[in-house]
């Protein structure tokens, strides 16, 4: 099993582009979630989903929208990057109370 | 409302000294607590939660609820403990949704 795989792992982007992190899993987990983590902040929660077609809002969702149109993906969109979403993003599911995490992806918007 | 506070950015010791990763949190409720590690470029996981009143790595935590804290503490230090801690919360909801404290980064000297 790959578990949690995120791709890319380092994206550079200019203000205003719009990117897609990929984030698939192979565990069939039903919860799914995407965080941001900043130096001095710790670890955000940005989105979640309990399941296939179901998604909420975490801590800090503004600029950023997910979809869940199955268990294996989902995908963190930025629609119009800024410069405050540098930063790495990490993907992670859940099952029995631990949280799987995968690798990361590095985002710098110039 | 539900926080995690780690006041140390930065612990600093030396191999075989005590280390104690402080953790104070904000719950009204009984809260799960748990502890992550993020070795050098490897993936966040889990190190050890309360209810299951494990020793990982020779890592324990105590959840304290008259000082609403969970420090982590071992009492002699590796080299190879060097790494990103980060104390977790985990309210009554279902959701699983964990709220992270800011992380403290642990640096063992030889």
């Known amino acids: 099993n790959a578990g949690v795989t995120q791709t890319p792992k380092f994206q550079v982007l200019k203000t205003g582009q719009s990117m897609t992190l990929q984030c698939a899993q192979d565990?069939?987990?039903?919860?799914m979630s995407w965080y941001r983590q900043d130096p001095g902040m710790g670890l955000r929660l940005i989105h979640y989903s309990v399941g296939a077609g179901i998604t909420d809002q975490g801590e800090v969702p503004n600029g950023y929208n997910v979809s869940r149109s199955t268990t294996e993906d989902f995908p963190l969109r930025l629609l119009s990057a800024a410069p405050s979403q540098t930063s790495v993003y990490f993907c992670?599911?859940?099952?029995?109370?631990?949280?799987?995490f995968g690798s990361g992806t590095q985002l710098s918007v110039l | 409302a539900q926080r995690v506070t780690q006041p140390e950015k930065l612990l600093s010791v030396f191999k075989g000294a005590p280390v104690e990763l402080k953790c104070n949190y904000s719950?009204?409720?009984?809260?799960?607590l748990f502890w992550y590690v993020q070795y050098s470029r490897q993936r966040l996981q889990l190190l050890l939660r309360h209810i299951s009143r494990e020793s990982i790595k020779g890592f324990t935590a105590d959840l304290n609820k008259g000082e609403t804290s969970f420090h982590l503490k071992k009492p002699f230090a590796q080299e190879e403990d060097s790494a990103m801690y980060y104390c977790?919360?985990?309210?009554?909801?279902?959701?699983?949704?964990?709220?992270f404290g800011q992380g403290t980064t642990l640096q063992v000297k030889p």
């Open positions: 992670a599911t859940l099952w029995q109370r631990k949280l799987f």
């Open positions: 977790a919360l985990k309210g009554s909801s279902n959701t699983g949704k964990l709220i």
């Open positions: 565990m069939n987990h039903e919860y």
């Open positions: 719950y009204s409720g009984s809260p799960e």
